[in-house]
């Protein structure tokens, strides 16, 4: 991207991580909504304001020793499932 060019729109951001991440944790990831799937993952996702706030996060999930899968850039959140 070209200097000046840069979109000051936070991003969303889907992370998914292996286990069942508890709820008491979603203050230290910056809101993001988390999801639970059946196969022992969890997913976080929503809008982070830049890479360092990406880089953030990366790090916390380091930090608590959790295996990452997969991070990529969305359009949107994945409605959630009822």
């Known amino acids: 991207m070209a200097k000046g060019s840069e979109s000051t729109a936070p991003m969303i951001y ?3 991580i292996d286990g069942h991440l508890s709820d008491r944790w979603t203050d230290w ?3 993001l909504t ?3 799937g059946s196969d022992d993952t969890t997913t976080l996702c929503g809008p982070l304001a ?3 706030a990406l880089h953030g ?3 916390h999930i380091r930090d608590l020793g959790l295996e990452l899968i997969s991070a ?3 359009d949107a ?3 959630r499932r009822e």
């Open 14 to 16: 889907e992370i998914k």
């Open 29 to 31: 990831f910056e809101g």
């Open 50 to 52: 830049d890479q360092a």
């Open 34 to 36: 988390f999801t639970y």
């Open 57 to 59: 996060i990366l790090n």
């Open 72 to 74: 990529q850039r969305l």
């Open 77 to 79: 959140c994945p409605k």
